[in-house]
């Protein structure tokens, strides 16, 4: 009885063995059994994006969008002359998403970073020129945190003339004829806010441009503004150009009559009927040629919000990449996906910032909320696209494992019914 059992467990280990022999030939490397480890394992089943940021399992739309709204990947030719342009609004987190660009993606030539300088050089492969125009590669080359209506009038033509200079031929010149050059550049540059470019992705000479930018929630951005004012921040270098030149003080007047406004209380901040922290968000992601520029008398106040309010959602529905700063890790994940490239290290969430620290009640809340109100739309209708676009693309990508693992199925059941063929002819 002994020796039966024996040999009836001699017959199941030979088995095993067989077994294992048959799958080394049908898929000789480690990615089949690599997928079914992963499957088994309970880390499979937990989703690194949905626990950073607390997002609900199930989310539940608010608006219609198109397919065509929610899929974003664009064919980023990094070697050939597209450029992304990176439209910075203050106190959004784009410092952060700034660095990210600049020091922490998988480049074939990543960018040269130097130690103590908050510029990189980001060139495109063999070639001397950026791929990339922001605040940490090409400085402030449209004016100091310049708006869309600014950098889609500006970009253009400096990029492009710093071409013509480069392919110009080489010749000496005096320190005179050096000012004249700069100096008429300077001009031709200027010359080009009178273009009226109001496409995202316009091209020029064969050059795309994608455009990009960081949203935050309205009332937190607005004490972060609040605080880095309080500190003595005043982006007086800002331009503010608009169909071809700056605010007079009448259309812009300054909140403070000195130098800064260091130290200026919440009430005194949320008091100046003219601060530009006001529904900061919308104003420099819309078309401000379409209301008049900075004029408040060329059309009513509820028709102008509604001008702005459209053409800021429009122009961020047609962004070929924006992301939100409550939602770190899916931030990552939609740029990666929308323009193919993949970051070194995964973005944190930080949700302890100066803005969180600030206790408010719900009285002042409900006031800042008020005077940021076309703010807190536009947030809205952006988290809510910025949801459906992640949840699009999770959908598109486990669509594609799934048509993978079938490929893979098929081909494992072709080997298996080959084996038996072979194993039924020899025998």
């Given at each position: 009885?002994?020796?039966?059992?024996?040999?009836?467990?001699?017959?199941?280990?030979?088995?095993?063995?067989?077994?294992?022999?048959?799958?080394?030939?049908?898929?000789?490397?480690?990615?089949?059994?690599?997928?079914?480890?992963?499957?088994?394992?309970?880390?499979?089943?937990?989703?690194?994006?949905?626990?950073?940021?607390?997002?609900?399992?199930?989310?539940?739309?608010?608006?219609?969008?198109?397919?065509?709204?929610?899929?974003?990947?664009?064919?980023?030719?990094?070697?050939?002359?597209?450029?992304?342009?990176?439209?910075?609004?203050?106190?959004?987190?784009?410092?952060?998403?700034?660095?990210?660009?600049?020091?922490?993606?998988?480049?074939?030539?990543?960018?040269?970073?130097?130690?103590?300088?908050?510029?990189?050089?980001?060139?495109?492969?063999?070639?001397?020129?950026?791929?990339?125009?922001?605040?940490?590669?090409?400085?402030w080359s449209c004016g100091l945190h310049a708006d869309w209506t600014e950098l889609t009038n500006c970009v253009p033509s400096v990029v492009d003339s710093k071409k013509e200079v480069r392919l110009r031929p080489s010749s000496r010149m005096d320190t005179g004829e050096v000012r004249d050059a700069l100096s008429s550049q300077s001009r031709a540059v200027r010359n080009t806010w009178h273009t009226g470019l109001n496409a995202l992705f316009s091209s020029r000479l064969g050059r795309n441009f994608y455009y990009i930018t960081i949203l935050r929630d309205p009332v937190s951005r607005y004490l972060s503004e609040w605080r880095h004012v309080q500190r003595g921040a005043t982006w007086k270098a800002s331009l503010h150009v608009c169909d071809g030149r700056s605010p007079t003080t009448e259309e812009l007047p300054s909140c403070y009559t000195g130098d800064d406004w260091s130290g200026c209380s919440l009430q005194e901040f949320m008091d100046c009927p003219y601060n530009l922290a006001n529904n900061r968000q919308?104003?420099?992601?819309?078309?401000?040629?379409?209301?008049?520029?900075?004029?408040?008398?060329?059309?009513?106040?509820?028709?102008?919000?509604?001008v702005l309010l459209d053409s800021a959602k429009e122009n961020l529905k047609r962004m070929a990449f924006f992301g939100l700063t409550e939602f770190q890790r899916k931030t990552q994940y939609l740029f990666e996906k929308t323009f193919n490239m993949n970051f070194i290290s995964p973005f944190t969430q930080y949700n302890s910032t100066r803005a969180s620290s600030v206790e408010?009640?719900?009285?002042?809340?409900?006031?800042?909320?008020?005077?940021?109100?076309?703010?807190?739309?536009?947030?809205?209708?952006?988290?809510?696209?910025?949801?459906?676009?992640?949840?699009?693309?999770?959908?598109?990508?486990?669509?594609?494992?799934?048509?993978?693992?079938?490929?893979?199925?098929?081909?494992?059941?072709?080997?298996?019914?080959?084996l038996r063929e072979q194993g039924e002819n020899s025998s």
């Open positions: 009885m002994e020796d039966r059992s024996h040999k009836v467990l001699l017959a199941l280990v030979m088995l095993f063995l067989f077994a294992v022999i048959v799958l080394q030939y049908v898929c000789p490397g480690t990615e089949c059994q690599l997928l079914r480890l992963r499957a088994l394992s309970p880390a499979a089943a937990a989703d690194p994006y949905r626990a950073e940021d607390e997002t609900p399992a199930r989310f539940v739309p608010r608006f219609n969008f198109s397919a065509d709204d929610l899929l974003r990947r664009v064919d980023f030719n990094i070697k050939g002359d597209d450029l992304i342009v990176f439209l910075h609004i203050q106190k959004t987190g784009g410092t952060t998403f700034g660095r990210h660009l600049v020091r922490n993606i998988q480049l074939e030539q990543p960018c040269e970073c130097r130690a103590g300088q908050k510029k990189c050089t980001c060139h495109r492969p063999g070639k001397r020129e950026t791929w990339l125009f922001s605040r940490f590669s090409t400085g919308v104003r420099m992601l819309s078309d401000l040629s379409l209301v008049g520029c900075y004029n408040l008398s060329v059309m009513p106040e509820e028709q102008r919000n509604k408010i009640d719900k009285q002042t809340q409900q006031r800042i909320e008020a005077l940021n109100f076309l703010d807190v739309e536009l947030y809205d209708y952006a988290k809510d696209l910025f949801l459906q676009r992640y949840q699009y693309m999770r959908q598109k990508e486990h669509q594609e494992a799934r048509r993978k693992r079938q490929e893979q199925r098929k081909i494992l059941r072709a080997k298996q019914a080959h």
